[in-house]
């Protein structure tokens, strides 16, 4: 996708005000960050809290008769389902433990940030999230099957590693020439999203590990140690997802990408895995639907 040239020039002076209006507010603090529903938040904190008891989970969850119902969605699908019906809420974080419900009501609650008012970036925002859950679905295919990290923090990990493109939708619905021009908006995005979406994860408080995805991700060259972390696993990720498409990361020599061989696999193996894993794959992406 490219804009067209025309286009492009006319609206270069109100572009380069935006990408300043957005540098701008970032440098001050500024910048309207999206924030989490604080059912999510107090999920993550009563988990993280020792003292607490699978009871406290459920009752903070039960406050959100939406998020309610979709995490019993979530816990009698096929990705989670054992023989037993799950009925209720208290049913639900027993199944799922406590660990993997904190880190689902949070991925469920992403996807409620996805919100605008304007039809043409409801349309960019669609993309956006499409994209991010295909993501999260290879990212859980390749922790489950290559490493041992947490399977549902992988998950998470794809669905916010483009967060930071949020808040510049959301700046772009004052600039109607650059909302409606979907090529010039991505190429803004594509611009600033990384910075933007390492302040929001964290002003969400989450481990630098997720912190960093959001960071970093589109840094194909990254080699942070020897064992494969969860920002090298939404590296590959990513370029799955991007293979083929008209996108720079689709241009990317996977032979060289460092990502690929901690996780000791070859484009060709990687390929054929993900493949292979067709079926869990649509199942991790039913929960987002």
Same mark, same amino acid.
């Given at each position: 996708m490219t804009?067209?040239?025309?286009?492009a020039l006319a609206n270069k002076p109100r572009l380069d005000q935006f990408v300043s209006e957005?540098?701008? $507010?970032? #440098? =001050?603090g500024a910048l309207k960050l999206p924030m989490l529903p604080q059912v999510a938040?107090?999920?993550?904190?009563?988990?993280d809290d020792q003292d607490s008891s699978s009871e406290d989970v459920s009752g903070i969850i039960a406050t959100d008769p939406a998020l309610s119902a979709r995490l019993l969605?979530?816990?009698? =699908?096929p990705l989670y389902r054992g023989s037993l019906v799950i009925e209720n809420i208290p049913m639900a974080v027993t199944r799922l433990g406590r660990t993997s419900i904190r880190t689902i009501v949070?991925?469920?609650?992403? #996807?409620? &940030?996805?919100?605008?008012?304007?039809? =043409? &970036? #409801?349309?960019?925002l669609g993309r956006v999230w499409r994209h991010s859950v295909e993501v999260a679905a290879i990212a859980r295919v390749l922790v489950t099957t290559s490493t041992a990290l947490?399977?549902?923090?992988?998950? &998470?990990?794809?669905?916010?590693? $483009?967060?930071?493109?949020?808040?510049?939708i959301a700046q772009a619905e004052r600039y109607p020439e650059i909302a409606t021009d979907s090529a010039l908006l991505e190429a803004v995005c594509d611009k600033l999203h990384q910075?933007?979406?390492?302040?929001?994860?964290?002003?969400? #408080? &989450?481990? =630098?590990?997720?912190?960093?995805?959001?960071?970093?991700?589109? $840094?194909?060259?990254?080699?942070?140690g020897p064992q494969a972390g969860y920002l090298d696993i939404v590296i590959i990720a990513n370029l799955h997802v991007r293979r083929g498409a008209p996108h720079p990361s689709s241009q990317v020599n996977w032979s060289e990408v460092p990502a690929f061989k901690k996780l000791g696999l070859n484009a060709e193996e990687s390929l054929n895995l993900i493949r292979e894993a067709s079926e869990e794959l649509t199942r991790i992406k039913s929960i987002f639907s």
């Open positions: 804009a067209d040239p025309n286009i957005v540098i701008r $507010d970032i #440098k =001050s938040l107090k999920v993550r904190q009563i988990v969605q979530v816990a009698n =699908s949070m991925s469920l609650m992403v #996807k409620r &940030l996805y919100q605008v008012k304007g039809e =043409s &970036l #409801k349309v960019q947490d399977a549902e923090e992988a998950m &998470l990990a794809g669905l916010v590693h $483009d967060i930071g493109i949020l808040p510049v910075a933007i979406g390492k302040l929001v994860l964290q002003a969400w #408080k &989450l481990p =630098s590990a997720l912190v960093d995805v959001a960071g970093q991700h589109e $840094d194909w060259r990254y080699d942070g």
